[in-house]
């Protein structure tokens, strides 16, 4: 009687043992999930109150300092996405100046 009860109680052990470490198995993938990413303007992200705070966080003038270019593009990471906020020197300016874009002439 004695011998039933050590193994009975062995095979409990032994259950909870195997079903404890089954439900801590964790599934890694090799593939990190993509990222969304998004192309905007200047004007058009400024107007993202979020986007433009995280603008200001992420991004410096430097990289207006570069010349000769139509077209700059700054790369900032907001909201699970990697945004890519292209404009012309005049914009960037106007971002980095925190002045506003004038409104159209009134004539």
């Known amino acids: 009687m004695k011998t039933t009860k050590v193994i009975l109680v062995a095979a409990l052990m032994a259950f909870a043992t195997i079903s404890f470490s089954q439900s801590k198995v964790i599934l890694k993938t090799d593939k990190p999930a993509p990222e969304l990413s998004v192309?905007?303007?200047v004007r058009a992200a400024m107007q993202i109150p979020g986007l433009e705070r995280a603008m200001r966080i992420q991004?410096?003038?430097g990289f207006l300092l570069v010349n000769d270019q139509r077209?700059?593009?700054?790369i900032v990471k907001y909201n699970h996405a990697?945004?890519?906020?292209?404009?012309?020197?005049k914009?960037?300016?106007y971002f980095f100046?925190?002045?506003e874009y004038p409104g159209p002439k009134e004539g």
Request: aromatic fraction near 20%.
């Open 39 to 41: 192309t905007i303007t």
């Open 59 to 61: 991004l410096n003038s």
């Open 97 to 99: 100046s925190i002045k």
């Open 91 to 93: 914009d960037w300016r």
């Open 71 to 74: 077209l700059y593009t700054a």
């Open 82 to 89: 990697v945004y890519y906020i292209t404009g012309t020197y």
